[in-house]
């Protein structure tokens, strides 16, 4: 049994919040040492050529980021690059800090390796999480930042709430995520429509050239989530992150009737989602899948299928600190099987 094993032994008898703080500090305590950054990164990161590539003018050195969610205030991106990801997004961030749902709000189920949660934004809001940000940028990978609406802001206001998150984070952060999808604050998916959508790119546009991003939930019938996404790129957003997690309770026997489910059990209806958006917008915009990807299979899969990146939050959890590494390591192996020299050439590979 690995070490990690071991370790999700002990880590799996803590309540699933208080293990993410036991991790969450031990990952703020690597970011303040260099040495134990070293450390980590000799037994986590991997590096090849094949796997370079820049994306909207920016340098990832494999495919594989972190998903917004993790690290929502900034606090461990040097530990999390220490741990192999090529990006970490930050967030989801708001205007002002908030302290979510209440408690309990995340959900373990460690057989289907899938999580529930119903955080609900809980952060330090924006003016602290870019201060504390601005001590690290530019850094040595890129960092998204991933922007939602403090619940207390009505509907009628939601814009100029995403105008005031962006313009705090202006000078901070490669790239920007509109989060419209998460099933925790109230109403918000309700703002994934074309009009409100191609409202706020239109907005944001007019304060940043850089690269921006929707973030999709799997749950949008698909011509909607079509249209939306259709909104958001003729208005200026440069992709779309495919997918949140979802409210189909359906998928996990003993979930709760709330929050959003992430991890295994979402991976054949992410897949499915991001499969019908790759087959619109590949090749118009770029595509970073998200969503139950837990091993070099799928994130070669959802790479093949059209995205540019991927992103995993739950198989972190359950794979350990190592997962990086491995999934970098045997997608080596598979561009070499399929006689690709970069991963940018097996890109959409499956659409043509
Ligand atoms: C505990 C938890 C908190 C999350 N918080 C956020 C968030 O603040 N903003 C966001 O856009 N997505 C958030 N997500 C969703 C993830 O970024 C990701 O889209 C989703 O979990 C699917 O990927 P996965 O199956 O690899 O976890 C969260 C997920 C989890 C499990």
């Known amino acids: 049994m690995s070490m990690y094993k071991n370790l999700c032994r002990l ?70 690059s220490a741990l192999g990801f090529s990006f970490v997004e930050i967030g989801t961030v708001t205007k002002n800090p908030q302290k979510g749902n209440p408690k309990p709000r995340l959900f373990r189920y460690a057989v289907e390796e899938s999580l529930q949660n119903a955080m609900g934004f809980n952060n330090d809001g924006a003016m602290k999480v870019a201060t504390r940000l601005a001590k690290l940028y530019p850094y040595a990978l890129p960092i998204g930042i991933n922007l939602g609406k403090n619940k207390s802001v009505p509907q009628a206001d939601a814009l100029k709430d995403y105008q005031g998150v962006l313009k705090d984070f202006l000078d ?87 929050g959003g489910i992430s991890g295994a059990v979402l991976k054949t209806k992410s897949a499915g989602v991001f499969k019908e958006i790759a087959k619109a917008f590949f090749g118009k915009a770029v595509l970073i899948a998200a969503g139950g990807i837990d091993d070099a299979q799928e994130a070669y899969k959802r790479i093949k299928m059209g995205a540019s990146l991927v992103q995993i939050y739950t198989g972190l959890v359950f794979g350990g600190p190592t997962l990086c590494k491995h999934i970098n390591q045997e997608m080596v192996a598979l561009l070499q099987e399929d006689g690709f020299l970069n991963i940018k050439d097996a890109i959409g590979a499956d659409l043509t």
């Open 172 to 258: 901070v952060g490669d790239y920007y995520v509109f989060n419209l999808s998460s099933p925790n604050t109230p109403n918000l998916r309700e703002l994934q429509n074309s009009t409100f959508v191609g409202e706020l790119f239109s907005m944001a546009k007019e304060h940043t050239h850089k690269p921006m991003f929707i973030k999709i939930s799997p749950d949008m019938a698909m011509d909607e989530a079509l249209q939306v996404c259709e909104s958001a790129i003729s208005c200026g957003a440069s992709g779309i992150i495919a997918t949140n997690t979802t409210i189909d309770y359906s998928l996990l026997s003993g979930a709760k009737d709330f």
């Open 11 to 80: 880590l799996f008898q803590l309540e699933p919040e208080t293990a993410h703080h036991q991790a969450e500090n031990f990952l703020k305590l690597v970011s303040a040492s260099s040495f134990l950054q070293e450390v980590m990164a000799k037994v986590c990161c991997y590096e090849s050529e094949a796997l370079k590539q820049q994306v909207c003018g920016l340098d990832f050195y494999h495919p594989i980021g972190l998903a917004a969610g993790f690290d929502k205030n900034a606090t461990m991106i040097p530990a999390l």
